[in-house]
């Protein structure tokens, strides 16, 4: 049976191999003609394709399944799923550090702490805590002192016994978690939409009800996938654009 053939791909050794061959397999996928095979090559095929391991090749397959793309069937192979569509969220990875530094530099406000039950909407990310410890900040301008973003963090509260709230001033809750509390923080998922500012936010931002938002989501993950910090923040929408600038 004939196999699909995937793109070649010249690989950047700064970033994950697994991210990179994923990535390139999906625009291979996306990018088929309607005649072209189903089947995808086996994992040591398309591994010696790629020019990385089988464990590395296994990554990136499974990356693909789990976003529809692809179904794998133990001793028949690996098929393009036929319906597959565009339209998933494409995943950009970035560094902890660039999180840090998009958090900073700003003067910070501590509005109020303490432990509260798990919000309905962040139910899903904490299910194993009834209370999870809640952080509200108001960032501003340094040199106007105008109101530029609202933040509010969601922590683990065994993670919260550890925090010392003057921290928190000074620095953003992942520069805290990572190098105060020692947490292990694995990766952080951003996700950016477009609303507009309700009543409490245009209040605290200083600008009119309705005013267009930035509406920011963090998930922060440890090693076991287990969320460690929820943070929503809103950004002031004629104050801040988010720039993603991708190494070719």
Known sequence: MTSFAPDSIVLNRKLPLW???SQSLR???LGRSPEDPLRLPTEERLAEHYGVSVLTMRQALKELE????ISRHRRRGTFIEPGA????PVRLLGSVDAIVAQQSGMTTELLGHGRVPVPARLAEYFPDCAEVASYHRLRCDEKTGEPTNHAVNHIRPELA????????VRWPMTKVLRDVVK?????????????LADPETARLLQIPLLSPILHYTGVTYDSEGRVLDVAVIHYRGDRFSFTVTLDA
């Open 85 to 88: 569509r565009r339209g998933a």
């Open 19 to 21: 991210y990179q061959v």
């Open 66 to 69: 789990d976003e529809g793309l």
């Open 183 to 195: 947490a292990d923080i694995s990766r952080i998922t951003d996700t950016v939409e477009a609303r």
């Open 27 to 29: 625009a291979s996928i």
């Open 161 to 168: 016994e550890r925090v010392d709230v003057d921290d928190l």
